[in-house]
């Protein structure tokens, strides 16, 4: 069971002081009244449960690095990396461990302590490629770094042996609420991703859950979306909060970008039902301006993608991301691991 608590000692306007627990019986409709809340109220209290479990000053840096792209059987409508799609992004091979490692160490030497490894492939084979991955787990946790992969669906047993070469998490995103999510992909269903998030939490490895917005879905998916993983068993220990980015050649190309607003309601949203989580501002920060980005850490976002690409669309830079750490006060969250080599 998720537990926990923690006394706020900042309140809304007219509400007594009282105690946050950590939950996972949310009904809908609680989640409903969160994420509708007045926009200034909702930030308010997002913020207060954010200091209650977290220093609102700390902000991790995660470099994600496509390690397999493109050629994906999976036909998800927001991807570039889909086979079904026409996008320009050719598929390639899977790329060496010295070439990922080399990138691994560049993430670290630019504040970076996680570090994540994308591959376009449906689920995970028992073949010599998932060897090497397990090879590149292993050599970029011995640097230090927190590890994650995201790998598509994976079986109890590839998850025991992910555990076992060190990963420190294993990203799966549900991406919408169960009722949107044929919309937006055919190939698999909702119960398949939940079935490999079981199996990751069952091998003892720490579950990275999010979503999209600008999907076209309504406030209700998204709601719905929040309800389901605030009611997992476990909360995830990291929520990715992306805007769709859209890419020519996807069957949501014509998508018109999703205002910020929604972008805190929803990180707000997911702040105050999963409140230990680390809530990541994703896919998206980069059209946004600082001032926007700072509402979004306000709202409770404490983790950032840093790095040029994001898989293979573009992100914010090295450079500038440190200038607006500078300018925030913000400070880099120290990775959870501690072996250093
Ligand atoms: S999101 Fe992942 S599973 Fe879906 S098409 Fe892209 S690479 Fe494949």
């Avoid at 470099?63 to 050719?90: M, N, W």
């Avoid at 630019?110 to 994308?118: I, N, V």
């Avoid at 090497?132 to 109890?156: F, I, P, R, W, Y």
């Avoid at 105050?272 to 501002?281: C, G, S, T, W």
Wanted: proline share 4%.
């Amino acid at each position: 069971m998720t537990s926990g608590s923690a006394t706020l000692n900042t309140t809304i306007y007219g509400e007594a002081p009282h105690t946050v627990l950590v939950r996972n019986d949310w009904t809908q409709a609680e989640i409903a009244s969160i994420y509708h809340t007045p926009l200034m109220d909702l930030m308010y209290r997002a913020a207060s449960v954010h200091r209650a479990f977290h220093n609102p000053l700390a902000v991790q840096q995660c470099t994600l690095l496509s390690i397999k792209t493109g050629g994906c059987p999976e036909d998800c409508g927001y991807c570039p990396q889909s086979a079904h799609y026409e996008t320009g992004v050719q598929s390639e091979k899977l790329l060496n461990t010295d070439t990922v490692v080399t990138a691994a160490r560049l993430a670290r030497e630019g504040g970076s302590t996680r570090f994540c490894m994308g591959a376009a492939w449906r689920d995970v084979k028992d073949n010599a490629q998932f060897d090497q991955v397990l090879d590149m787990v292993k050599q970029v946790g011995a640097m230090g770094m927190e590890v994650c992969v995201t790998l598509g669906m994976l079986n109890q047993d590839q998850a025991h042996r992910l555990k076992d070469a060190g990963l420190t998490a294993y990203n799966h995103n549900l991406d919408t609420g169960e009722q949107f999510y044929d919309k937006i992909i055919s190939t698999r269903t909702y119960k398949d991703r939940l079935e490999t998030l079981k199996n990751v939490r069952i091998a003892g490895i720490n579950v990275c859950c999010g979503g999209i917005i600008g999907l076209g879905e309504t406030a209700e998916d998204r709601v719905d979306l929040i309800h389901t993983l605030c009611t997992l068993p476990e909360h995830p220990e990291s929520v990715p909060v992306n805007a769709l980015v859209a890419v020519k050649g996807t069957p949501l190309e014509e998508q018109q970008p999703v205002e910020v607003w929604q972008m805190v309601r929803m990180i707000a949203t997911a702040r105050i039902a999963m409140p230990k989580a680390m809530v990541r501002l994703s896919a998206g920060r980069v059209s946004m301006s600082l001032a926007e980005q700072a509402l979004c850490f306000f709202a409770g976002a404490n983790s950032i993608f840093t790095g040029e690409k994001l898989l293979t669309t573009s992100n914010c830079d090295f450079d500038e991301d440190k200038q607006m750490f500078e300018l925030l006060g913000l400070e880099p969250l120290e990775p959870l691991r501690t072996v250093v080599v």
